[in-house]
Structures are given as structure tokens and as C-alpha cells.
């Protein structure tokens, strides 16, 4: 059963530290999303990438973020510094960009993060 | 720009109601895709559905029931005899498809919370 995998599932961090989720897509999805939940802003999106290219990433605060997918099999969402703002369930999802399930995206358990 | 409104906040049911979870969209595309998404409690994001703007026909999935309509852009989610494991919170959500055609992000609802009462 393939599943989008994301690591680590917690992370507590103060203020200032630099943090990094990772993410590891479906086998063969060629399109990858970065999501945050907060309850104030529900689900937004944050970046995205086909073909290990940045396709958007307007979502995200550029100061502080950053994401990348440094292979096909990996992509990465980092924060430096951190902020208590910051804190939030950060969610992976990958898809197809063609064929019979283009557009659905799978999502990974999520990460939590809680900036101090 | 894409919008997605579910404007029930918190729906309450006893078991074995039925229960129908709204949800309006707005879009200037002509080609767009509709999803909608379960996150139990255990905070994963399960996928429920999608539908193509070019295919009104809806959709029954054992309890589950899907009513896509243009005309109001609304697609509506039913659970028939609602069951306790179904209290989660469900986001429907929109995707806009690019020039190429193919995929862009998801614009989700804020979400409709379902609580069913034993």
C-alpha cells in the first residue's frame, strides 16, 4: 500500500532553531505539495513542485523558508530561524500530473511542529 | 481567483442519520477539478473523491453519495445511515486546471466538523 511518508511526525524546537521536515513521495508521483494547517488558516499551501521543479512557492514566507526536492524520492521543507508563528501541522502530498488520477494528491501523516 | 465556502461549521447526527455536508465553489476556469478530503482525529487527510468539471453525474460509493451541480457550483456530500467512525472533520476542496491542462494546487474549505452520537 503506498503511502506518502513524512518525517518527523513531532518536533519541538525554541524560537530561532532551524528546522527541516522531509518528505518522501509515492513511488512514481511526479508532483509534490507543501501544506500547512493552522486553525486560523485552515489549509494552505505553501510550495509545490512537478518534475522536481519549484512550480510555486508563493505561499511561503521567503525569508524563512525554504523548500527543495533535492532527488525524486525526497523533498524537503526548511525553516530558518523559526518563530512561534511558525508552529502549525505541516502536511506533504503528492500526485500525477497525467493520466486517469491526475490531480488527486495523497497526503503524509503530517508533521507538527511547535516553535517555543 | 478560486474559492471554496463550506459554510457548516459543526454538524451533530445520531447514528444512523443521514447527513449532508455543503459545499460552493468559485472559479473562472472552465476546466477544474473537485476533491473532497476526511481528517479524522488522528489528523491524517484521507481522499474521498474527485470529480471533473465536464462530468456532472453523480457518484454513490457504498454510504457515501456525491451531487456535483454546475448550475449552483455546489457539490455536496451525503453520508446515508451515519456511523460513529465517521465523525471527522471534511474539507472539500478545488483545483484549478493549468493551460497545460494538468494539476494545480488544492483551495480547501475551512471545513465542516461531523460529530455522530452513538
Known amino acids: 500500500d503506498a503511502r506518502v511518508t513524512q518525517t518527523p511526525r513531532h518536533k519541538v524546537t525554541e524560537m530561532g532553531q532551524e528546522v527541516t521536515m522531509r518528505c518522501q513521495p509515492i513511488?512514481?508521483?511526479?508532483?509534490v505539495f507543501w501544506y500547512r494547517q493552522t486553525m486560523m488558516q485552515g489549509l494552505e499551501l505553501l510550495a509545490y513542485f512537478r518534475n522536481r521543479a519549484p512550480l510555486d512557492d508563493s505561499g511561503m514566507p521567503k525569508d524563512r523558508f525554504s523548500a527543495e526536492m533535492p532527488d525524486a524520492t525526497l523533498a524537503t521543507l526548511k525553516i530558518q530561524p523559526s518563530e512561534p508563528r511558525d508552529s502549525a501541522v505541516y502536511f506533504c502530498a503528492s500526485g500525477l500530473a497525467s493520466g486517469r488520477r491526475m490531480n488527486e494528491q495523497f497526503f503524509g501523516p503530517g508533521t507538527r511542529l511547535t516553535v517555543l | 481567483a478560486q474559492k471554496v465556502t463550506q459554510a457548516q461549521t459543526e454538524i451533530s447526527v445520531v447514528e444512523k442519520e443521514d447527513v449532508t455536508l455543503d459545499c460552493v465553489y468559485e472559479?473562472?476556469?472552465?476546466?477544474?477539478?473537485l476533491f473532497w478530503y476526511k481528517q479524522p482525529p488522528s489528523g491524517e487527510l484521507v481522499f474521498l473523491i474527485r470529480?471533473?468539471?465536464?462530468?456532472?453525474q453523480n457518484e454513490i460509493s457504498g454510504r457515501y453519495s456525491w451531487n456535483f451541480q454546475k448550475s449552483t457550483s455546489s457539490f455536496n456530500f451525503t453520508i446515508t445511515a451515519s456511523q460513529v467512525v465517521d465523525s471527522a472533520v471534511y474539507f472539500c476542496a478545488l483545483s484549478e486546471a493549468g493551460s497545460s491542462g494538468s494539476a494545480r494546487q488544492l483551495t480547501f474549505g475551512s471545513g465542516t466538523q461531523l460529530t455522530v452520537l452513538p
Open positions: 472559479t473562472r476556469d472552465t476546466t477544474y477539478y
Open positions: 470529480r471533473n468539471s465536464f462530468d456532472e
Open positions: 513511488l512514481g508521483h511526479n508532483t
